[in-house]
């Protein structure tokens, strides 16, 4: 709700493979959780496969709620460009450059945002963090027209011409299905693109309207591993909740 949180998301631990098996990773997690929850509240992190398993046994809580989506937008050009051969949808994305620069944006999208995410986990924009965010030199841009501002990265699969968005977060003056349609029409329109990408939790308003949309969940992978620690009882029974969770990938270090 109203409760200002202090959270980090806790990324890229690891252990070189000549120091493993002498419980080094264990208290990496130790001495990060002793000095962070002295006044901290939260942790997050996505882990890989391989490292869930490690990160449970410290015990971290993991939760199926943040979704891989994609819409293909034409499937016959689509296989056209890959040459009918769809194991090159796991090729590397290419991202295009982004330009230095930054774009203001309306109060009222903020504040719409801040109402509808109130009651969920969520991260705290202004405008200062999308300014920080823009400045990551990591291809993120942004879109805009009469319904909203979206932010995404744009490249295409290596070794082909096919062109892939990546969505970050979408900032709405209406959250209906009418606007989301207008939108992503017109980004898709405007840069011709053939494959539309986000990662979302099913608590994020945004959620039901990218699957009334049309995007669907990825079949091998249709949940990341999204874990977290606390030492707050009341946040740890808040946070077991799926629907609780309103995170997107603009929060995400990868994007």
């Known amino acids: ?22 419980g080094i990773f264990k208290q990496l997690n130790e001495v990060s959780f002793e000095r962070f929850f002295n006044n901290g509240d939260l942790i997050f992190n996505v882990s890989e496969e391989s490292s869930k398993t490690s990160h449970e046994r410290l015990g971290w809580k993991y939760i199926e709620t943040f979704s891989s989506l994609f819409k293909i937008n034409n499937i016959s050009s689509t296989l056209i460009k890959l040459n009918f051969n769809i194991k090159k949808l796991s090729n590397k994305r290419v991202w295009d450059p982004a330009p230095n620069t930054h774009t203001t944006i309306p109060q009222q999208l903020i504040s719409m945002r801040d109402k509808l995410l109130n009651n969920r986990l969520h991260i705290k924009y202004n405008d200062t963090t999308i300014e920080w965010r823009l400045s990551s030199q990591s291809g993120i841009k942004i879109f805009s027209c009469e319904y909203g501002y979206l932010f995404y990265k744009i ?7 096919l062109r892939i968005a990546l969505i970050g977060e979408m900032l709405l003056y ?82």
């Not at 109203?2 to 000549?18: F, M």
Request: glycine share 6%; with cysteine.
């Open 155 to 161: 490249g295409h699969l290596d070794n082909t011409t």
């Open 174 to 255: 209406d959250y209906s299905k009418a606007a989301i349609k207008h939108i992503l029409n017109s980004f898709i329109h405007a840069y011709q693109i053939d494959i539309l990408q986000t990662y979302i939790t099913i608590g994020h308003p945004l959620y039901p309207l990218y699957i009334g949309y049309g995007f669907k969940h990825n079949p091998k992978h249709k949940f990341i591993n999204l874990g977290y620690r606390t030492t707050n009882k009341e946040l740890a029974f808040a946070c077991q909740s799926p629907t609780n969770w309103a995170l997107c990938t603009m929060d995400l270090d990868t994007f």
């Open 1 to 22: 709700h109203d409760t200002p949180l202090k959270c980090i998301q806790y990324t890229d631990s690891c252990v070189s493979k000549e120091f493993r098996g002498h």
